[in-house]
C-alpha cells in the first residue's frame, strides 16, 4: 500500500521546527513566502525531468539511465527537503498563526498548505513516469493518481479533524481548561481523539481509495458465505480499485464498527476461489483475534498515560544525553516488541484460518502464491509478516502436533495477559500522577477560568507540592495570579476579558517604567489574553527572557521588536 513517507516527514517537520528554528511572533513575511514559494514546485520539476530523462535513454539506447532511478529514490525525501528551505525562509508558521487568528482548524490548514502543494505537485507528475516504468518492467505496481492523492487526503484528515474538535470544545470554557491543562485531560482527549479517528478512517479511507461492494458475481456468493460461517458481516467485504496494480488484502478498522474485509482487484484477478477463501479466513482470523484492538488499543491507552506519568517525574527534565539514551532503548524495545508481536498475531490468523475452513491447504495456496506473485523468496521475511516458510511450518505443526497446539495456545494467553499487566500497570501510575499534580493543576485551572480568588487559595494549598520541573513555571503563574487579583479583583467576568487585557497592558507599562521588564513580566503575559498580536506577545516574550537573565535571547527579541513598529513609550518602558 502506498504510504507518503515524505509527506509524514514534513508534517514532523510542521510540528518541530518552530521552535527549532526559534520563530518569533510576526517574523512571517508575505512577501518572503511569495519569494520562496516556487521552491515547492521542485519535487515535480525534479519527476518531470527524470521522465524526460527517461524518453531520452529509450530513444538512445533502449535503456534506463541510473541517473534517473537515483533522482526517483530521492523524490519523496525532496517534498521535506523543499519544505524546511521553505519554513526557514518565508516565517510561515508565523504567517499561518497569524493568519489563523483563534481558530486552531484554520491555523493548521494554513501551516499544512506549503506541504500539500509540494506533495501534490510531485505526485501529478511521478506517477505517470512510475506507470511507464512500471510497463517497462523497472517497477512495483504503481497506484493510480486518484489513489494516491486520495491517500494524502486520509494522511491529511486528523490534521484537520483534531483542530477541528479543538475550535469546538472552546467553546465551553470549563471543559476546554480540563482538556487543555491538566493531566487527566490531556490523558482522556488524547484517547478520544485516538477512538474519533478509529471510527472516522476507516470511512474516509473507503471513500477516497476506490473501495466498494461490487465484487465479481461469480466470487461474492462464496465468499461471502465464508465470512458469514466464521461470524463476519458478508456486507463488510470490499474490494479496492487499483488498475490491477496491487495485490493486497487487509482488515480496516480496529473497532468491531467500522470494520470492512478489504479485497484488492488485482488479488480478486489471480487467485481462484480455494485461495481467496483462504485468504478471507486468514483476515477475519485477525478480527476473531482482535489483533488490532489489541495493539492500537494498548498503544492509545499506554501512550498517553505514560506520557503524564513521565511529566510528573520530571522526566523532560533530565539532561538530553539521558533522554536520547533512554528514548532509544525504549524505542528499540517496542520496535522489537511490535515486531514480535505482529509476527505472532499473523501465526493466529493462518492458525485460526486452518481451523475455520477444515484445514491450512487454503492458508498455504494464498501463502504460496503471494511469494511467487512478488518474487520473492519463500524464507524472506518482513517487519510484520513471517515468512512463508516459516507459516506454512507452523501451520503443517499445528494441524499434526496437538502438543505444539497446547504450547501456541498458552503462548498467545501469556502475550495477551502481559499487555492488560502493562495496560493496567501503566494506568496505576498514570492515576498516581494525576492525584499528586492536581492541587497544583487545580490552581492552573481555576487561573485560566479567570477564578482568581480560587487560584489563590489553590496556590496556597499546593505550597510545597510543585514538582521540581515545574518551579520556575510555577513561580511565573503565582507572580501572573497576584497580578491578577491586583488589577481585577477576585473574579472576571467573561465579558470583561477584553477589558482587562487593555488594562494589564497599560499596568505592565507603568511597572516597566518604574521597575524594569522583568517586574513587568505578569502583566505583559496577562495582556496576551485575548490580544495575542505579534506585538504583545513579543514583549512578553522579552520579559521572560529579562527575567531569566537570557542576555542572547532578550538581545535578539529587542531587535526584533524594533521591527514591529512599536509605540515610542513601550520602548522606553522596556529600556529601563
Known amino acids: 500500500m502506498f504510504v507518503p513517507l515524505g509527506y509524514l516527514v514534513g508534517v514532523a517537520l510542521l510540528l518541530l521546527t518552530p521552535d527549532a528554528l526559534q520563530v518569533l511572533p510576526g517574523s512571517g513575511s508575505v512577501v518572503a513566502a511569495g519569494l520562496a514559494a516556487p521552491s515547492l514546485l521542485v519535487p515535480g520539476a525534479l519527476a518531470r525531468w527524470c521522465r524526460r530523462r527517461l524518453l531520452a535513454d529509450l530513444l538512445a539506447g533502449g535503456r534506463v539511465g541510473r541517473r534517473v532511478f537515483t533522482v526517483l529514490r530521492l523524490l519523496p525525501a525532496s517534498v521535506p527537503t523543499v519544505l524546511l528551505l521553505f519554513l526557514a525562509v518565508s516565517g510561515w508558521s508565523d504567517l499561518a498563526d497569524q493568519l489563523g487568528g483563534a481558530s486552531f482548524l484554520a491555523t493548521m490548514a494554513l501551516l499544512l498548505l506549503p506541504l500539500l502543494i509540494a506533495e501534490v505537485t510531485r505526485l501529478v507528475a511521478e506517477t505517470p513516469l512510475r506507470e511507464q516504468m512500471d510497463e517497462l518492467g523497472y517497477g512495483a505496481g504503481a497506484l493510480p493518481l486518484r489513489r494516491r492523492l486520495g491517500m494524502l487526503v486520509m494522511m491529511t484528515t486528523p490534521w484537520l479533524l483534531l483542530p477541528a474538535l479543538v475550535d469546538l470544545v472552546t467553546r465551553w470554557r470549563e471543559f476546554a481548561a480540563f482538556l487543555l491543562i491538566t493531566s487527566p485531560g490531556h490523558a482522556l482527549s488524547a484517547i478520544g481523539a485516538g477512538l474519533l479517528l478509529a471510527v472516522v478512517l476507516p470511512l474516509v479511507f473507503c471513500a477516497t481509495l476506490g473501495v466498494s461492494r461490487a465484487l465479481p458475481p461469480h466470487l461474492a456468493g462464496p465468499l461471502g458465505d465464508t465470512a458469514a460461517a466464521l461470524g463476519f458481516r458478508r456486507s463488510a467485504l470490499r474490494v479496492m480499485d487499483t488498475g490491477r496494480r496491487l495485490a493486497n488484502a487487509l482488515l480496516l478498522g480496529v473497532l468491531p464498527w467500522p470494520r470492512y474485509l478489504v479485497l484488492t482487484d488485482a488479488l480478486l484477478g489471480v487467485l481462484d476461489l480455494f485461495a481467496l477463501r483462504g485468504v478471507v479466513a486468514h483476515e477475519v482470523g485477525h478480527a476473531r483475534g482482535r489483533h488490532l484492538l489489541a495493539i492500537v488499543g494498548t498503544a492509545m491507552i499506554v501512550l498517553p498515560l505514560g506520557s503524564t506519568v513521565a511529566m510528573q517525574a520530571d522526566w523532560f527534565e ?178 470583561a476579558e477584553e477589558q482587562f487585557a487593555a488594562d494589564a497592558w497599560r499596568r505592565g507599562l507603568e511597572v516597566a517604567g518604574t521597575a524594569g521588564a522583568a517586574a513587568a513580566r505578569p502583566w505583559f503575559s496577562l495582556a496576551t489574553w485575548t490580544d495575542s498580536t505579534p506585538l504583545r ?37 522596556l529600556r529601563r
Open 318 to 495: 533530565t539532561p538530553w544525553v539521558e533522554q536520547t539514551f533512554v528514548s532509544l532503548l525504549v524505542l528499540a524495545i517496542a520496535v522489537l516488541a511490535m515486531h514480535k508481536i505482529a509476527h505472532r498475531f499473523e501465526h493466529e490468523a493462518d492458525v485460526l484460518s486452518a481451523v475455520a475452513l477444515g484445514g491450512a491447504a487454503p492458508c498455504i495456496r494464498a501463502l504460496r502464491f503471494a511469494t511467487q506473485f512478488g518474487d520473492l523468496s519463500a524464507r524472506r521475511a518482513s517487519f510484520l509478516h513471517p515468512s512463508e516458510e516459516r507459516r506454512v511450518s507452523v501451520l503443517l505443526a499445528w494441524e499434526s502436533e496437538p502438543a505444539f497446539r497446547e504450547r501456541f495456545v498458552r503462548r498467545g494467553r501469556r502475550l495477551r495477559l502481559g499487555l492488560i499487566a502493562l495496560t493496567v500497570t501503566v494506568t496505576a501510575a498514570a492515576g498516581w500522577s494525576w492525584w499528586a499534580a492536581w492541587p497544583v493543576e487545580r490552581a492552573l485551572w481555576h487561573f485560566r477560568l479567570g477564578e482568581f480568588a480560587a487560584a489563590r487559595a489553590a496556590v496556597q494549598q499546593a505550597a510545597g507540592q510543585v514538582r521540581a520541573g515545574f518551579w520556575e513555571e510555577w513561580q511565573a503563574v503565582t507572580a501572573e495570579i497576584e497580578a491578577a487579583v491586583e488589577l481585577a479583583g477576585p473574579t472576571l467576568a467573561v465579558a
Open 537 to 573: 506577545r513579543s514583549v512578553a516574550m522579552y520579559c521572560v527572557a529579562v527575567e531569566r537573565h537570557d542576555e542572547p535571547t532578550a538581545q535578539r527579541l529587542w531587535e526584533h521588536l524594533a521591527t514591529l513598529s512599536p509605540p515610542a513609550e513601550l520602548l522606553a518602558a
